[in-house]
């Protein structure tokens, strides 16, 4: 396990206004590099990656940093999901305009029986026409004949 050198292509700049850890940079003891990388494991070594400080100073500064952007996510998830809120509401009045104007509007189809088996249906004629229990109909038994050859 010794560095090979590919560390080199995913070395990262030191971020300005925030410690490497907390803008995702994560450290190889072995090639003695801040990379920005997703894995856990070095691409150049192979050894595992430090993804926190060892030092007690700045890993109550990354957790005091964790803790706060924490907080404004969810103060500014709260200020959507209230934005949201409103939107529906507003929405859903107007919705229930138009609603109830369709619903006078429109018509309801009514069901019919059936001559033969009398169910229900929408459409009842087109039912009936290949209805089974109607007699002008002959099932496929009857008109079709077979010749099988001996």
Sequence with gaps: MTCKGICVRYKAQKPVGTGRYASGQRRCQICEIFIKWEGLWCPCCGYRLRTKPRNLKYKAKLRARVEADSIEAKAAADNKLQEIEVDVA?????????????????????????????????????????????????????????????
């Excluded at 929405?91 to 609603?99: D, E, M, N």
């Excluded at 429109?106 to 087109?126: M, N, Q």
Aim: aromatic residues 4%; proline residues 3%.
């Design 90 to 150: 507003v929405k859903a009045k107007s919705k229930s305009k138009t609603v109830k104007a369709i619903k006078s509007k429109a018509t309801k189809k009514e069901k019919t029986p059936c001559i033969h088996c009398e169910k229900l249906f929408v459409y009842a004629d087109k039912h009936e026409k290949n209805c089974k229990k109607n007699p002008s109909i002959k099932t496929s038994q009857e008109s079709e004949s077979i010749a099988i050859k001996a």
